[in-house]
C-alpha cells in the first residue's frame, strides 16, 4: 500500500517535496512513479525511477523535479523546484513489480498506487 504526503499550497518559485512510502517495501517495485492529475485535465505522467535509480521525466517537469528512492526507508522522493501555477494539480505516487521500461510513462501499466496528494501553485 502506497501513502504520498507533503503536498501543499506555496507559490511560484517556490519548493516542495513529496513522499511515497510503501508499508510493505520499495524494494520489489521494478519502477516507481508520479503522476498528477490537474482540474478538468487526464492524469499525466510526471516522473519516473527503476529499481537501479534511473530517471525518466516528462519534459514539462525537467530541470526542476528530481525523483529518487530510498530502500532502507521504503519511500519515494519528489522533490520540486522553480514551481509554477501550472504545476498545480493532485499528485499520486504509483509503483509496479513488473513494468518494462517502454511503459514507464504509461499509467494503466501501474498496479500499486497512493491516494493523491494536492499541489497548489498561487502567482
Known amino acids: 500500500q502506497l501513502q504520498a504526503s507533503g503536498g501543499g499550497l506555496v507559490q511560484a518559485g517556490d519548493s516542495l517535496r513529496l513522499s511515497c512510502s510503501a508499508s510493505g517495501g520499495t524494494s520489489s517495485f521494478r519502477a516507481m512513479a508520479w503522476f498528477r492529475q490537474a482540474p478538468g485535465k487526464e492524469r499525466e505522467f510526471v516522473t519516473a525511477i527503476t529499481r537501479s535509480g534511473s530517471g525518466y521525466y516528462a519534459d514539462s517537469v525537467k530541470g526542476r523535479f528530481t525523483i529518487s528512492r530510498d530502500n532502507a526507508k521504503n519511500t519515494m522522493y519528489l522533490q520540486m523546484n522553480s514551481l509554477i501555477p501550472e504545476d498545480t494539480a493532485v499528485y499520486y505516487c504509483?509503483?509496479?513489480?513488473?513494468?518494462?521500461?517502454?511503459?514507464?510513462?504509461?499509467?494503466?501499466?501501474?498496479?500499486?498506487w497512493g491516494q493523491g496528494t494536492q499541489v497548489t501553485v498561487s502567482s
Open positions: 504509483a509503483a509496479s513489480t513488473s513494468i518494462i521500461l517502454s511503459q514507464l510513462r504509461e499509467a494503466v501499466s501501474y498496479a500499486n
